[in-house]
């Protein structure tokens, strides 16, 4: 039995949907191993304590609350500091970050001052004994490689969407904790946060994404894809690499090996081949919907449902169908 301490992401102000499904992650890692408690730690300024109770809800025994005007943006130097504390009091037996591109900055600084090892980015895992096994796509997500990480603490990152939040409610109880280093001093400072299609759902929130690529021959035909998008409801819109590198959309809509990895519930993949840089962001996606012309493009080797044909006479049939299906209810 061990302790599990779970990094809770915020961003505004606000919990991130990742935070939750860390907590859901670490309330199964400490159920396999045999029954410890999970801790959330969440950092922000004054008043984030407020958001606890949505962690107590979905599985944190206790949220150690880090209240500090100095934490309303990412501060990665004092956030590392603080973590890494929690974590040498010998207190937990494993660490569970979010594999986006906060926890990919914060969990490889926790693990060096440790110096123990990190399991980045997995979709699953399970425990034998005192050793994590966690599933990693690796070759591009050719290969699933069972990484195997002994010692305590164990760090683990996990992909964002590879578990889904789910309630597992406890009654709430607190702790204020101090930063192990002053973030007003920190070398590195998040000054500003600039979004992108605000008030859109971010890629890795969104449970549907309908994601197009140079199939769709000019940028404007990207509303295509804006409006099924819209017609769902719950969507984000995605892009190849090579249409964020012709300028059509903005490389923060980038899917891919070098752009954004997501597990949606639904990704629709729209006028793209399928090349492997693309495939190793969207492969883990629950059910993967492929519309080509090319009926050999290797997006249908993935693919749950496969459309052959055009692009510009399917995607308003489809968009048309959406929304008489949400219409009916």
């Known amino acids: 039995m061990a302790n599990v301490l779970v990094f809770a992401e915020v961003r505004g102000g606000d919990l991130r949907k990742?935070?939750?499904?860390?907590?859901?992650?670490?309330?199964?890692?400490?159920?396999l191993s045999g029954g410890g408690s999970v801790h959330a730690l969440l950092a922000g300024d004054a008043g984030i304590a407020a958001k606890a109770s949505s962690l107590a809800q979905y599985g944190a025994d206790t949220v150690l609350v880090l209240e500090h005007a100095g934490f309303a943006q990412y501060n990665p130097e004092a956030l590392a500091a603080t973590v890494a504390q929690q974590l040498g009091t010998g207190t937990y037996g494993y660490a569970l970050f979010s594999a986006t591109a906060q926890g990919r900055d914060l969990s490889p600084r926790v693990a060096a001052k440790l110096g123990v090892g990190?399991?980045?980015?997995?979709?699953?895992?399970?425990?034998?004994?005192?050793?994590?096994?966690?599933?990693?796509?690796?070759?591009?997500?050719?290969?699933?490689a069972t990484l195997a990480?002994?010692?305590?603490?164990?760090?683990l990152s996990v992909r964002p969407a590879a578990f889904q939040p789910a309630e597992a409610p406890r009654a709430l109880a607190t702790t204020s904790i101090t930063s192990a280093a002053d973030p007003l001093s920190s070398r590195v400072k998040v000054v500003e946060l600039k979004q992108g299609n605000t008030g859109k759902?971010?890629?890795?929130?969104?449970?549907?994404?309908?994601?197009?690529?140079?199939?769709?021959?000019?940028?404007?035909?990207?509303?295509?894809?804006?409006?099924l998008a819209d017609a769902f409801g719950n969507a984000a819109v995605g892009a190849t690499?090579?249409?964020?590198?012709?300028?059509?959309?903005?490389?923060?809509?980038?899917?891919?090996?070098?752009?954004?990895?997501?597990?949606?519930?639904?990704?629709?993949?729209?006028?793209?081949?399928?090349?492997?840089?693309?495939?190793?962001g969207m492969r883990t996606s629950k059910t993967i919907v492929a519309i080509n012309k090319d009926k050999d493009a290797p997006i249908f080797k993935i693919a749950d449902y496969g459309i052959v044909g055009d692009v510009f006479e399917i995607m308003?049939?489809?968009?048309?169908?959406?929304k008489a299906a949400k219409a009916q209810g």
């Open 316 to 322: 308003p049939a489809l968009t048309a169908a959406v």
């Open 241 to 280: 690499r090579a249409v964020t590198d012709e300028g059509w959309r903005p490389h923060s809509d980038q899917i891919g090996q070098t752009g954004r990895n997501v597990s949606p519930n639904l990704y629709v993949a729209v006028g793209i081949s399928g090349a492997i840089q693309h495939l190793a």
């Open 118 to 144: 990190l399991a980045a980015d997995l979709t699953g895992f399970t425990v034998e004994g005192s050793t994590v096994l966690g599933q990693h796509f690796n070759m591009n997500g050719k290969v699933i």
């Open 149 to 155: 990480l002994s010692g305590s603490p164990a760090l």
């Open 201 to 227: 759902l971010d890629l890795n929130d969104a449970p549907v994404i309908v994601a197009g690529g140079r199939g769709l021959k000019a940028p404007e035909n990207f509303k295509l894809c804006e409006d």
């Open 18 to 31: 990742v935070a939750l499904e860390a907590v859901t992650a670490g309330r199964a890692l400490a159920e």
